[in-house]
T-cell receptor
Framework: SAVISQKPSRDICQRGTSLTIQCQVD?????MFWYRQQPGQSLTLIAT?????????ESGFVIDKFPISRPNLTFSTLTVSNMSPEDSSIYLC??????????FGQGTRLTVV | GENVEQHPSTLSVQEGDSAVIKCTYS??????FPWYKQELGKRPQLIID?????GEKKDQRIAVTLNKTAKHFSLHITETQPEDSAVYFC???????????FGSGTRLQVQP
């Protein structure tokens, strides 16, 4: 299994500001994933972060709103930009090695006021 | 892209009864099907998974079945206990893409 540290665990932010979420893994992984879980809802993939290349975004998510960095094989950040109350969600990073199960960080509970 | 549908959305059973949650998927390329349990305020935890070369997998009180032809898979929990109460998510992916597409979730409540 992989140990994933995600921070912050929660934050309350003013609308119009940005928050950067960090995800650190205890071993090297090729792919890291960022998901959003809106209150009472399922998990939706935001983007796939590959080391050394641009992140791949899912339909409905754009780089200007959710810029992602992947500077090495153990670390990634997701920024939620120009926040509005609709961005209030839990954001989770995930890793999965080929042929193995996916593991999740503990999540970042974001509240935008 | 992949679409995963999950039923029922809520399920209430008596302690000791069995619970069954069903999912269907749309993409025939999907070959990996995990199930996650999420307790309130916590991250999703993998409880069991199955790959497309297997029809059934069991781990103590939990089992998963897969019907590739019909594109559906199910979670079976036997002898349910109050601590089984949580939200359960099915998911699907392929080993190439590896990102998970999740079902909508089932809130299971086990009544003591």
């Amino acid at each position: 299994s992989a140990v994933i540290s995600q921070k912050p665990s929660r934050d309350i932010c003013q609308r119009g500001t940005s928050l950067t979420i960090q995800c650190q893994v205890d071993s090297q992984v090729t792919m890291m994933f960022w998901y959003r879980q809106q209150p009472g809802q399922s998990l939706t993939l935001i983007a796939t972060a590959n080391q050394g290349s641009e992140a791949t975004y899912e339909s409905g998510f754009v780089i200007d709103k959710f810029p992602i960095s992947r500077p090495n094989l153990t670390f990634s950040t997701l920024t939620v930009s120009n926040m509005s109350p609709e961005d209030s969600s839990i954001y989770l990073c995930s890793v999965g090695r080929e042929g193995t199960e996916a593991f999740f960080g503990q999540g970042t509970r974001l509240t935008v006021v | 892209g992949e679409n995963v549908e999950q039923h029922p959305s809520t399920l209430s059973v008596q302690e000791g009864d069995s619970a069954v949650i069903k999912c269907t998927y749309s993409d025939s390329a999907s070959n990996y099907f995990p199930w996650y349990k999420q307790e309130l305020g916590k991250r999703p935890q993998l409880i069991i998974d199955i790959r497309s070369n297997v029809g059934e997998k069991k781990d103590q009180r939990i089992a998963v079945t897969l019907n590739k032809t019909a594109k559906h898979f199910s979670l079976h929990i036997t002898e349910t206990q109050p601590e089984d109460s949580a939200v359960y998510f099915c998911a699907a992916s392929d080993t190439g893409r590896r990102a998970l597409t999740f079902g909508s979730g089932t809130r299971l409540q086990v009544q003591p």
